[in-house]
T-cell receptor, first 112, second 112 residues
Framework: EAGVAQSPRYKIIEKRQSVAFWCNPI?????LYWYQQILGQGPKLLIQ????????DSQLPKDRFSAERLKGVDSTLKIQPAKLEDSAVYLC??????????FGPGTRLTVL | GEDVEQSLFLSVREGDSSVINCTYT??????LYWYKQEPGAGLQLLTY?????DMKQDQRLTVLLNKKDKHLSLRIADTQTGDSAIYFC????????????FGAGTQVVVTP
């Protein structure tokens, strides 16, 4: 069974630029999560989708971050404009039921 | 700061047992998890325990849960160099479709 796919794996941008990340969850998984992991910290949930609807975006900085999940499958996370403090690894995870979450390899973002 | 607390570092000799400890905050958490993260990789689900259990064993891994003290531990028997990684404890947030609260992680270094 293929795992959670993410791209790109690495991205370097300058502050105030825009960036987008893509996630393809495990087939059949209804729930999709985006996490932000700052160096030295545990992952922090940004947004959670159930099929193509948002169930929790309380920690998403909505002035600059946006996310969508089209047709309840793939998802994109966008940052516009980026700030220095957005430098982190962005992890996507999916779950069939909410009990077990399976993570992708992440996208490492560096904002200069 | 993190609601889930872990010690930051553990050094262990190859062949010995490792014990990683975690304290969590929400006594109504349904599931408690251990994830492993190797350098440059996403999080790998190692094991999880349902809150009405005291212990779960899975090959070299033993999870102990003390609900009274809100304490979770992961024991790795016969620790190998491949076990060197960061280990994250996480608790499920009740009624949240699987939202997880992670600790900051414990870096385990296995020496020959």
């Amino acid at each position: 069974e293929a795992g959670v796919a993410q791209s790109p794996r690495y991205k370097i941008i300058e502050k105030r630029q825009s960036v987008a990340f893509w996630c393809n969850p495990i087939s059949g998984h209804a729930t999709l999560y985006w996490y932000q992991q700052i160096l030295g910290q545990g992952p922090k949930l940004l947004i959670q989708f159930q099929n193509n609807g948002v169930v929790d975006d309380s920690q998403l900085p909505k002035d600059r971050f946006s996310a969508e999940r089209l047709k309840g499958v793939d998802s994109t996370l966008k940052i516009q404009p980026a700030k220095l403090e957005d430098s982190a690894v962005y992890l996507c995870a999916s779950s069939p039921s909410g009990t077990e979450q399976f993570f992708g390899p992440g996208t490492r973002l560096t904002v200069l | 700061g993190e609601d889930v607390e872990q010690s930051l570092f553990l050094s262990v000799r190859e062949g010995d047992s490792s014990v990683i400890n975690c304290t969590y905050t929400d006594s109504s958490s349904t599931y408690l998890y251990w994830y492993k993260q190797e350098p440059g990789a996403g999080l790998q689900l190692l094991t999880y325990i349902f809150s009405n259990m005291d212990m779960k064993q899975d090959q070299r891994l033993t999870v102990l849960l003390n609900k009274k003290d809100k304490h979770l531990s992961l024991r790795i028997a016969d620790t190998q160099t491949g076990d060197s990684a960061i280990y994250f404890c996480a608790e499920s947030i009740p009624d949240s479709w699987g939202k997880l609260q992670f600790g900051a992680g414990t870096q385990v270094v296995v020496t020959p």
